[in-house]
């Protein structure tokens, strides 16, 4: 079917910067959208940035100005540049595609998760 890996989640000092990375793989016709959530123990999964097929993007306030959202379409792949890290960022941060494949309409799929912990 449709398989979603992230990678590119570690330890990292708060200030510095991390670059994570979703290929999409499978039977896919279309990708619609794909965007980044990340969940920290006891707290609700929450967006932190989506990019449509059409280059459009919307960011969490708290991310704002500080985590870029890119996509290389050829790649069915999208990163997510994280620059002046907080100890706020620590979280998983998981990977989700919205795919339309041969069997039907849109679906969502997801990925395993990354792991981005932000400490001195």
């Known amino acids: 079917q449709v398989q979603i890996v992230e990678s590119g989640g570690g330890l990292v000092q708060p200030g510095g910067s991390l670059r994570l990375s979703c290929a999409a793989s499978g039977n896919i016709l279309t990708i619609y959208a794909m965007g980044w959530y990340r969940q920290a123990p006891g707290k609700q999964r929450d967006l932190v940035a989506r990019i449509t097929s059409g280059g459009s993007t919307n960011y969490a306030g708290s991310v704002k100005g500080r985590f870029t959202i890119s996509r290389d379409s050829a790649k069915n792949t999208v990163y997510l540049q994280m620059n002046s890290l907080k100890p706020e960022d620590t979280a998983v941060y998981s990977c989700?595609?919205?795919?339309?494949?041969?069997?039907?309409?849109?679906?969502?799929?997801w990925g395993q998760g990354t792991q981005v912990t932000v400490s001195s």
């Open positions: 989700y595609a919205d795919v339309t494949t041969p069997s039907g309409p849109t679906q969502g799929y």
